[in-house]
């Protein structure tokens, strides 16, 4: 420790904010994705893809700030659970190859346009599936032998990632509705409403059976959020969650515009935190801590100054790509 | 102990050189062409003549198509490092991890930040603010390849290193890690390099329109102005190349020594060998075409100076001789030919013919690929001679690969094979057929009127992108 503080511990919450960041701002954009096979009209479509074309690479960086951040401040977790989560890492890479290069080549040919459409949703559930799946492997734990992956190339696939992976799927689609409810108006927005409910509801059943499941998987995530005292701390976080989510299905029966959106992204900071209390202080569960996996203190301040710099810049000029792209999508001005 | 190459290892190897052969492809366009559309967009804020902007706006398509390819590719190579070379990333991440993670944060978001406001922004903000996101677009890109040069200079170079208790790289000298001795040859040489692809695939595009039409003035700036880049950038290039292969010789002899063919020492001069087959298992250059005292002449700038030879160096830690070999005089090949464009180009231009000479502008338009051939060959003579280790002379490839099994790596290459193939031949595909319409007057952006007009039948992209020049229009 340098000065008393504790290093890794910091870049533990960077990490978690990278990823965080990537979830609330990627995950609206994968769920537009989603959306594209309920939406069959082109003109719907261009508007749908044309609210998030100015802003999904940035959304898509902040994926490669998470595993890129992993691997500097903590590069033993970084070189276990990329191995361990091989198969469902490759479908999300192609998966994001196929949806990224649909934003460009849709507009780029008549012949092949539902071929890209469909790359477009394909891409965006199966990325959004694979990191779900990515999630509930990381959960249940991974084997881990002298610094290495010890397990097969199939040991993610269980019962428990699947419904992972089926939870990020109907989040992310919850958070693409609600972000279409506010970039739209008309026939276009009312559908988006019903969709924002339909995923809303299937949202909150999620939540419920992974946090039904999670405390089975291992002793310490029971001991953890069942357990008198413990129960005192995490007992908030699902009462917060229930109040929410009437809040969430309060604006959309009173069709607020914005406020759904938000409070979609509420709902998955809520379960973040969750996810927060049942690995704590592991980046492995079970297996390896952040001071266990943590680079040299040196590599950890070199970068810590560049966030420190940096993120506020990233943060500001971001924020201003969504001011210059507010407001409605207009479907007849195109997007100038 | 030499560990031993299995199946898992190759493929894992097949596996990032035909991803990371892929996604430079990308880089090597966008960084030139981000700089030329600054340059595009400057011109036309400050003379305001109308063929600037639509030269912009016809280079900026082409470049969302890229750049949006670069990214994907891209950030599949963030996340191999992990899956496919866990030991290396280990192993290395406490020394290299910052350096990409401060590519990240003052590039990556740069560009991403700016890139939606220079696409699709040009009624939405001011002309200045406009040009700005152009330039931090370009900028991003430069800052970009600072850093990842840096990395892989690193692993050719290492300096500013200790090594800890569980045998990880840690920084003893950020300074020394990040300015490693191999790093400010391989910036400029691949910066350079981009430049150039850029400008040659920038003139090809010119000389295919000049071919059809030789006063079409749009044509006629975008083939100047490449011409301009390759006769000067060319010899320039040429320079930094001969800079690059000194501090090689210094630092990584047996690459060197690949390069050139030597399987022996030669303590009176070494021959520069212009062609030969390499026998690796008899450590003999074949059907040698050899200038005697050529190499020790460009190398030491003495033609008796000695030179070793790879006799000199242990088997196990030689580079695979014939690639290198054969990849370096490709490299070197694109080289003249660009060298020999920029003077055909000059000559034509001092005699006031370089929108008339047809001769000039088919020889343009086969060499726009060039610049991609010399950057995949100069590559692979730099990595492959980089071999057999990861990073140079301390941590073998062997030794650096994921704990996978074979069908895991197997099957993974072959979706990246397939999916890349499908991708970016549409790709391509797409930016090919943009090139072939010329730049027109009032030249639409990436997305103007592709959101249909009404009710969704008037497909206004294709109207616009199948337009056909009236007589007389276009013309100066």
Redesign the interface.
Known sequence: MILGIDLAAIWAFVIAFAVFAYVVMDGFDLGIGMLFPFFP???DR??MM?SV???W??N??W???G???????F??A??????A???P??VM??A???R??A???R????R?KPYWDFSFAAGSFLAAFAQGVALGAILQGVAVED????G??WDWLTGFSLLTGAAVVVGFGLLGATWLVTKTTGALQTRAYRFAGWGAALTLAAIFAVSLATPFLDAEYWRRWLQWPHILFTAPVPIAVAVVALRLFDGLRKRREYEPFFLSLALFALSYAGLGISFWPYIVPGEITIWEAA??E??QL??LV??VV??PL?LA??A??YW??RGKVD?????? | MIPEVTDALLLARVQFAFTIAFHIIFPAFTIGLASYLAVLEALWLRTRREVFLDLFKYWLKIF??TF??G??????M??Q???NW??F??????????L???????A??????????M???????GKGLHFFATLMVAIGTFVSAFWILSVNSWMQTPTGYAI?A?G?F??AD?IEVIFNPSFPYRLVHMVLAAYLTTALVVGAVGALHLLRDNRDEASGIMFSMAMWMATLVAPLQVLAGDLHGLNTLEHQPAKVMAMEGHFRSYPDGAPLYLLGIPDEAAGVLRYPLAIPGGSSLILKHDPSAPLAGLDSIPREDWPPVAIVFWSFRIMVGMGILMLLLGAVSLVARLRGRLYRAPLLHRFALLMGPAGFVAVLAGWVTTEVGRQPFTVYGLLRTAESV????T??VAA?LV??VI??FI?FS??TF?IL??MRRPPQPHEP?????????A??IT?A??IASGRTLEPGEGRP
Do not use: C
Request: glycine share 12%; net charge negative.
């Open positions: 009209a082109r003109r261009d508007v044309n074309a100015p802003v690479d940035g898509e960086t994926l490669v700030l595993g890129g951040g992993l691997l500097a401040a590069p033993l970084y070189a276990v659970l990329f191995p989560l091989y198969a890492l490759t890479l192609l994001l190859v196929f990224g290069v934003f460009e080549f507009w780029r040919t008549e092949a610094r290495h992956y010890a097969g190339w680079a040299p040196s590599s070199f970068m560049g966030v940096m993120v990233i000029y971001t201003h790509a210059v792209f479907p007849d001005a195109g997007y100038h | 969302a198509i949006g390819m990214v994907v590719s891209g950030v599949v963030a996340y490092f992990g899956t866990s030991v990333s280990d192993k290395t991440g406490p020394v290299l991890g910052p990409m993670a401060y590519e990240v944060l003052t990556f978001f740069l560009e991403a930040g700016f890139l939606g406001v696409l699709f922004g040009m009624n939405r903000v800890n569980d990880q840690v920084p950020w994921s704990p996978l099994g069908p895991a993974s979706a990246f999916v890349y991708v549409a790709g797409y057929r943009l952006g990436p997305k103007e009127g592709a959101p249909t007009r009710a969704g497909p992209a294709a």
